[in-house]
């Protein structure tokens, strides 16, 4: 299968900094998205991006597609504790014949109050 | 109450016992999917459905089965439990439609230890 590779793996950081984690992949995806899972919860969708160089933001949240279509980056501004979880990536090929996305092996975010 | 539910939550068993996860939905969403967590490893697709008569093996299918007994049901079985299946399941669900991305809606999870 594909490989996304994420990073960092973990983060600990203080409320109210800037978190910045990004994701790597040896093939192109025509589409990413970025998650996040909650302790004892499924994922949540937070952000999707379609286009090479798109920029999305959604509230303190804002993730990029990369120009070359293999990575994807995501940053969360001023953190607060109810950020903590972990982000995972994931990537889509339009040419596979279904809705397969690949997933990105996470980052767990952990904000100290 | 919850679109995509998972039973059980939690489950312990031993190595060589047959063991089936349930996956339910409300969403009314034709595509459902099963995938594993492991640490490190993020979520790999097992096994996806696109509707009753449609199953398509992912990732991960050597060791698991699956049976979609109608549009919002769809099993996840471990014929013959291995130690190293002991991971996090889950279950998701999309819908088809026209947009660039079908959005996949998780279930809360369930958690298999094999002994």
């Known amino acids: 299968g594909q490989q996304l590779n994420q990073s960092p793996q973990s983060m600990f950081i203080q409320e109210g900094e800037d978190v910045s984690m990004n994701c790597t992949s040896s093939s192109i995806f025509n589409t990413w998205l970025w998650y996040k899972q909650d302790p004892g919860e499924g994922p949540v969708l937070l952000i999707a991006l379609y286009k090479a160089g798109e920029l999305t933001s959604n509230g303190r949240l804002t993730a990029q597609f990369g120009i070359t279509r293999k990575d994807s980056f995501l940053n969360i501004s001023a953190s607060i504790p109810s950020d903590v979880g972990i982000y995972f990536c994931a990537g889509q090929q339009l040419e596979n014949t279904g809705n397969q996305f690949y997933f990105g092996t996470g980052t767990s975010l952990t904000v100290i109050p | 109450d919850a679109d995509v539910t998972q039973t059980p939550r939690n489950r312990i068993t031993k190595t060589g016992k047959r063991i089936m996860l349930e996956c339910s939905q409300t969403k009314g969403h034709d595509r459902m999917y099963w995938y594993r967590q492991d640490p490190g490893l993020g979520l790999r697709l097992i096994y996806y459905s696109f509707d009753v008569k449609d199953i398509n093996k992912g990732e991960i299918s050597d060791g698991y089965s699956v049976s979609r007994q109608a549009q919002a049901k769809f099993s996840l079985s471990l014929e013959s439990a291995i130690p190293n299946q002991t991971a996090l399941y889950f279950c998701?669900?999309?819908?088809?439609?026209?947009?660039?991305?079908?959005?996949?809606?998780f279930g809360p999870g369930t958690r298999l230890t094999v002994l």
């Open positions: 998701a669900t999309s819908d088809h439609s026209g947009r660039p991305y079908n959005e996949q809606f």
